[in-house]
């Protein structure tokens, strides 16, 4: 089964509009029915597709006979909300859409109701863990090639240590498949279709395990593990055998839904943040909640060790990037996420910054040790402002990336300073900071002569002329203070007393600043 919720996401990009849902988003489908006979007699299904219906009203008047919750009905003559009254979720197809290409699509969701990798919807997969362990008499797991888990089966017998905490973690721990990878498993599982048996080890809580390989042709998908004593042999290692193609079939058909998903999802998220009239419309497809969001900017990098790195490393880690975040941590995503350019772009439901640095924080987790993210979060954004959203995030991900890696994402509303000053320094950096006036002249001089008029000049303003603080900040008496700022007087165009030329002078400086702490 299926919720509501994913059919309209996933039928939006067929072209199907939900345009009335007095029903929850969440509501579960279980059922697709069809009209049968001229009068268009129905059996009884919660997802009714009113082919022949020569209008809505008539569609909503055969789904509430079949006791459907959504009517998918073809765009024609009619009142797009006349399932209001009668409580039924109305979806209008476009006239270019094929009603065979359409119910393929809606049985393959409702009926089969399959996971895909996008972390959306139940899955079948946990059935077939099922069905192969009492085929092989032994507690399943089935992991796709990074180790996480995507099914496992509820026949226990043989559970081991190991075992509770990978189904709990919902991937192999780090250590365990460390020695997977010490006794040559995964070498094993990508040029072999052969069971390999893995032996016993009380050091990892590990009973016996027998592992095999789920593959498309050459391409590694996955991977089926049965807890076992001994090799498996006769019946019970071809059950196996025959189980990981299933899988593997399985598999395919998982990732061909993500991949649908995603594009659709990446093509609505970037129609937000260049601005579309129709926002709430493309909210309601995407199924993010009504309120404010944050736009967040990611950018991974494959980090230079011993040797330079090429541009497809960093195209490699955006995409993974993208994979991860589209993934979902666990089986669900609080975000929706889109690639535009080198860009990883969410857009995250919250009030708060914390919740994007969160967020940040377990996509870098998921990604491999050599990848450096740097990211930026915008302030928070009714939907039609998101166009201006994605700028404050582009802004803040540069920002981030003049910093630490480790340092946390700046939020817009948090750095908004910084940012203006970024402004200010990128208008620099083209030769527009006056080569001459008083900041230049007592850079010069200071130069020229080893004086420290230029950091004293700094203190005093940032002291807001309050030359015994100045002069804690310098380490020097009062009296050196004001010494100092008489003889700068002297020898450059310096006016203290007006107080526009001391804000641009404040300016100048933070614009040559950098970002860093003041010299001294």
């Not at 209008?92 to 990798?117: C, K, N, P």
């Not at 099922?130 to 888990?149: F, H, N, P, Q, Y």
């Not at 019970?236 to 995603?262: I, N, P, Q």
């Not at 803040?396 to 908004?416: I, T």
């Amino acid at each position: 089964m299926v919720r509501l919720d994913r059919l309209v996401n996933v039928l939006g990009g067929y072209g199907v509009r939900l345009v009335c849902c007095p029903v929850p988003r969440a509501t579960e489908l279980r059922g697709v029915v069809i009209p049968e006979g001229p009068a268009g007699r129905v059996v009884v299904g919660d997802v009714l597709l009113a082919v022949g219906a020569g209008s809505v009203e008539e569609a909503v008047r055969w789904g509430v006979a079949a006791k459907a919750v959504v009517v998918l009905v073809r765009a024609g003559e009619g009142d797009a909300s006349a399932g209001e009254a009668e409580g039924v979720a109305v979806m209008v197809v476009d006239s270019e859409v094929s009603w065979s290409e359409l119910a393929g699509v809606v049985y393959g969701l409702v009926l089969e109701g399959r996971e895909t990798e996008s972390g959306r919807g139940p899955t079948d997969l946990f059935a077939l863990a099922d069905s192969l362990a009492d085929a092989v008499d032994g507690a399943v797991t089935i992991e796709d090639r990074l180790s996480r888990v995507l099914a496992y089966s509820s026949l226990q017998q043989h559970a081991d240590p190991a075992r509770v905490e990978t189904i709990l973690g919902r991937q192999v721990p780090e250590r365990l498949r460390a020695e997977f990878e010490a006794r040559g498993v995964f070498a094993h599982l990508e040029v072999s279709d052969e069971p390999l048996f893995v032996a016993a080890d009380a050091k990892y809580g590990l009973t016996g395990r027998m592992a095999v390989a789920a593959r498309a042709g050459r391409e590694l998908l996955g991977s089926v593990w049965v807890a076992c004593d001994e090799p498996l042999d006769g019946p019970r290692r071809r059950a196996l055998v025959e189980g990981a193609r299933t899988v593997a079939l399985h598999l395919l058909r998982s990732r061909a839904s993500a991949d649908l998903e995603r594009q659709v999802e990446s093509d609505l998220v970037i129609r937000l943040l260049e601005g579309t009239a129709d926002a709430a419309t493309v909210v309601s497809r995407l199924g993010l909640p009504p309120g404010p969001v944050r736009a967040i900017a990611v950018r991974p990098r494959m980090a230079a060790e011993r040797h330079a790195t090429r541009p497809d490393d960093d195209h490699a880690a955006l995409l993974l990037a993208f994979e991860r975040a589209t993934t979902g941590f666990g089986w669900s995503r609080p975000g929706r996420s889109a690639l535009a350019g080198n860009t990883l772009y969410t857009l995250l439901p919250g009030e708060g910054a914390t919740a994007g640095r969160r967020w940040v924080a377990q996509l870098r987790a998921t990604l491999p040790a050599q990848v450096t993210v740097s990211a930026g979060i915008s302030a928070t954004a009714a939907t039609p402002d998101l166009p201006a959203a994605r700028q404050e995030a582009d802004e803040c991900l540069a920002l981030h990336e003049r910093r630490s890696p480790d340092a946390a994402p700046p939020a817009y509303d948090e750095a908004w300073n910084d940012i203006l000053l970024q402004r200010l320094r990128t208008a620099a950096r083209t030769g527009r900071v006056p080569a001459r006036g008083p900041v230049a002249e007592l850079r010069r001089y200071d130069e020229e002569h080893a004086t420290r008029y230029l950091p004293t000049l700094r203190a005093w303003l940032e002291a807001q002329g309050d030359h015994a603080q100045a002069a804690a900040r310098l380490g020097v008496h009062e009296n050196t203070v004001r010494n100092r700022l008489r003889k700068m007087e002297a020898v450059t165009s310096l006016d203290l007393r007006d107080a526009r030329k001391r804000l641009a002078m404040m300016v100048e400086l933070a614009i040559a600043d950098e970002g860093g702490p003041p010299e001294e």
